[in-house]
């Protein structure tokens, strides 16, 4: 069975300081890895995947297949980033998402 | 494009009552996914739907839950005999071809049952 697990529910960082959101899944196989945001009061929005391996708003994220793990990671964290961020997961069929139970991250000033 | 429509954005049904939330995908978009998420969960796949077809439906609950996507018109889930377990945020997503990372989200129905 396919899981996604974040262990962190919730993140307090102050402005300018590094944020790292783990992010760790069991899949047998080949999963196909992305992060999902939600700002306050917007829809759930992709902000990045591991095939892509690019940089968005400053976010990157290794898929790392010894250690099964995705983690998020933000050397400067903004205010802007604080959001609701959710890890997920899918496989080759790659029409369902599993999603781990999300992290929220509060930047503060 | 005004994106992924959802509706009613809040409903309250009473216990045993029906719960019909409605989805409205992107435009040009003939995939459907209905996702549910209990407090304080992330969100758990129900089905996924093509234009009258139901593709998979590995996360639905056995009974008193169905899904449909008619020809014209949203796509419909539909609760029966609600209970108070029923109570969750359901969302829905589209994508214009099978593909987990072109899903576009809907705001949510938030369902509370008294």
């Known amino acids: 069975a396919q899981r996604v697990t974040q262990p962190e529910k919730l993140l307090s960082v102050f402005k300018g300081a590094p944020v790292e959101l783990k992010c760790n899944y069991s899949?047998?196989?080949?999963?196909?890895l992305f992060w999902y945001v939600q700002y306050s009061r917007q829809r759930l929005q992709l902000l990045l995947r591991?095939?892509s391996r690019e940089s968005i708003k400053g976010f990157t994220a290794d898929l790392n297949k010894g250690e099964t793990s995705f983690h998020l990671k933000k050397p400067f964290a903004q205010e802007e980033d604080s959001a609701m961020y959710y890890c997920?997961?899918?496989?080759?069929?790659?029409?369902?998402?599993?999603f781990g139970g999300g992290t929220r991250v509060l930047v503060k000033p | 494009n005004a994106g992924v429509m959802q509706n009613p954005r809040h409903l309250v049904r009473r216990r045993g009552q029906e719960a019909r939330l409605r989805c409205s995908p992107m435009?040009?978009?003939?995939?459907v996914y209905w996702y549910r998420q209990l407090p304080e969960e992330g969100l758990k796949f129900m089905v996924y739907?093509?234009?009258?077809?139901?593709?998979?439906e590995s996360g639905m609950p056995k009974e008193r839950f169905s899904a449909e996507f008619p020809k014209e018109g949203p796509s419909i889930l539909r609760i029966q005999q609600v209970v108070r377990g029923d109570s969750a945020a359901y969302f829905c997503?589209?994508?214009?071809?099978?593909?987990?990372?072109?899903?576009?989200f809907g705001p949510g129905t938030r369902l509370t049952v008294t």
């Open positions: 997503a589209s994508s214009p071809r099978p593909s987990s990372y072109e899903q576009y």
């Open positions: 899949y047998s196989g080949s999963p196909e």
């Open positions: 591991h095939i």
């Open positions: 997920a997961l899918s496989g080759p069929a790659g029409n369902k998402l599993t």
């Open positions: 435009k040009g978009h003939s995939h």
């Open positions: 739907l093509q234009k009258e077809n139901i593709i998979d």
